[in-house]
């Protein structure tokens, strides 16, 4: 029960603390300066392009496959991996023991 009171209390008291603002960014240095114009770009080129070709549900629902493929292989799971045999017979946990079976 304290070890919980002291966690909670804990993230409540650092939680703030961790992170950058979104009102100020870190512009102190000239790479901080390089870095942030870098990302404004980026995000400026991507929200132009993000939408080409799609004016309607339909034309949304026609290239839906290609963006779920390309998704999946950015994940890592396109093609998809060799599926392995579960042995959840072999072992199981009860309580603070393992069980072997």
């Known amino acids: 029960m304290i070890a919980r009171l002291i966690g909670v209390l804990g993230v409540l008291l650092i939680g703030d603390a961790a992170g950058q603002t979104f009102e100020k960014l870190d512009t102190g240095s000239r ?55 579960v042995r959840s017979d072999r072992d199981r946990y009860a309580g603070r023991r393992w069980l072997r079976g």
């Open 31 to 85: 790479g901080d300066a390089m870095i942030q114009g870098f990302l404004d770009g980026q995000a400026s080129r991507l929200h132009e392009t993000y939408m080409d070709g799609i004016q309607s549900k339909e034309d949304w629902l026609r290239q839906r496959p290609a963006f779920e493929e390309e998704y999946l292989y950015m994940l890592g799971l396109s093609p998809m991996p060799e599926k392995n045999a």
